[in-house]
């Protein structure tokens, strides 16, 4: 049996108020060095509230939590802490020497984020994506073990959310961690091993998006002469994950068209053209939350494309 892994960030028994009115309730969990965290729910739900006791700039009411920072922390935060008036190589450059960073890192920086560009040009002036990667150098700039992003994904175009999950899951390879947050699952799992779901103020949902997925499987909507002898033929081979839809159609998981259509053939029922109905991941964390989750992307402007978890 292999050795667990250490633990880079661990949060125990959580609880934050302001003002008498609870931030956060009783939270736990813990992430282990080398992987990536994802701290997601609608706005409100203390996604950033959390991430603020991380980096130690609010302290809770109660419970400890434990950031691991031999190899350096490196934060994204809202706002983020950019100067409009600067240029976009005088911010980091900045940032760059009180991290006692050289220039030339800096400017390696700008070319890996694709902010050379606009390297000369105020801050003021940039569109939100622009202003989002900059921000993620500062967050990089000193190469830190932990980094902790609030919004990473926010302003970012389908490219720049692609490049920065690949920097993420290589950061993870390298033996780095991260925790981020995000109002979107579908942006949240191409990079996370764990999902931590948070709303009104408490985790409605703690695990790996693999489980998640597992729980809220794609189905396809069969109708059906009998729906209940189907359902019934389909247990019998196995497949016992049905529901009965509002519309009188059998939504099953887990079967194939072929295994649906052998299964209505034993029991002597007719079925209909059926349909696919893929569970998109803001759809379950819809069904997970009581505040209104965000809305697909479509698939032209995705992170991720239809119902994808990965493989995490």
Sequence with gaps: MSAARALAVSVIGLHKQFLGVTALRDIEFSVPVGTTAAVVGPPGCGKSTLLRILLGQLRPNSGTVRV?????????????????????RGQLRAYAAAAGVDDDSAEKLLTLLRLHADADSRIKLLPDGARTRLALAQAMVANPGVLILDDPFTGLDPGERGWLADHLRGHARRGGTTVLTSRSLAEAVPV?????????ASVVYLGSPRRLRRSHPDRLLVPASSPIALATALAAAGFTDTVMRGDGRLAVAEASREEIQAAARRADVRVGDMIPDPVHPDRVLSMLVKTPAPQPYSTTGAAVAGNDYGTR
């Design 68 to 88: 691991d920072a031999a190899g350096g922390i490196g934060a994204l935060t809202q706002p983020r802490g950019l100067h409009p008036g600067r240029t976009v």
């Design 192 to 200: 996370c091993d764990q999902v931590v779901v948070l709303d009104t």
